[in-house]
T-cell receptor, first 111, second 116 residues
Framework: QKEVEQNSGPLSVPEGAIASLNCTYS??????FFWYRQYSGKSPELIMF????GDKEDGRFTAQLNKASQYVSLLIRDSQPSDSATYLC???????????FGKGTSLLVTP | GAVVSQHPSRVICKSGTSVKIECRSL??????MFWYRQFPKQSLMLMAT?????????EQGVEKDKFLINHASLTLSTLTVTSAHPEDSSFYIC????????????FGPGTRLTVL
């Protein structure tokens, strides 16, 4: 089983700070990476995806991918209390269509 | 765009009964639909992948005779939990891919199943 690892947290940051969420994966051949946000009792919602090494920015969110080191991260700038949720890292499996999810990192943004 | 719905959102049933959950793509034709299960404090675990008009592909350890999947059209997939037991109580979530050749999955709101 290919692994996707995340620190379960909780990660606590003050409002307005940068939250940094990390994810490592074991399958060196993985090509597609996704970050989902999941509020308690709700289903995941897509934040962003990244395919290439480097940074990808979308509003307050920046995804970073380093395939050589097999890690992907998500930065949330100007964190808001509404960002408090569990963040799931997902990696596309070599089937080409199924996702392998990490257990998620719980983020708490304190006012 | 890319809205996925599920019905029902919550169901409580007695042990031994069967429960059907529907997953619909509302504004697009889903080439592939996926069924996940999530237990409390755990991540999503893929149960099966279904393509319209063909048999579902089940993940290792998932009983295909217990979790029946029917993908009757490009906008509808159903999951039937047969002879449900308390250990089947979980959060069941479907997802769908938006376009052929893409791998981004969009998730339905989930169905909370409680088996008494």
């Amino acid at each position: 089983q290919k692994e996707v690892e995340q620190n379960s947290g909780p990660l606590s940051v003050p409002e307005g700070a940068i939250a940094s969420l990390n994810c490592t994966y074991s399958d060196r051949g993985s090509q597609s990476f996704f970050w989902y946000r999941q509020y308690s009792g709700k289903s995941p919602e897509l934040i962003m995806f990244i395919y290439s090494n480097g940074d990808k920015e979308d509003g307050r969110f920046t995804a970073q991918l380093n395939k050589a080191s097999q890690y992907v991260s998500l930065l949330i700038r100007d964190s808001q209390p509404s960002d408090s949720a569990t963040y799931l890292c997902a990696v596309l499996t070599n089937s080409g269509y199924a996702l392998n999810f990490g257990k998620g990192t719980s983020l708490l943004v304190t006012p | 765009g890319a809205v996925v719905s599920q019905h029902p959102s919550r169901v409580i049933c007695k042990s031994g009964t069967s429960v059907k959950i529907e997953c619909r793509s509302l504004d697009f034709q889903a080439t592939t639909m996926f069924w996940y299960r999530q237990f409390p404090k755990q991540s999503l675990m893929l149960m099966a992948t279904s393509n319209e008009g063909s048999k579902a592909t089940y993940e290792q350890g998932v009983e295909k005779d217990k979790f029946l999947i029917n993908h009757a059209s490009l906008t509808l997939s159903t999951l039937t939990v047969t002879s449900a037991h308390p250990e089947d109580s979980s959060f069941y979530i479907c997802s769908a891919t938006y376009r052929v050749g893409t791998d981004t999955q969009y998730f339905g709101p989930g169905t909370r199943l409680t088996v008494l």
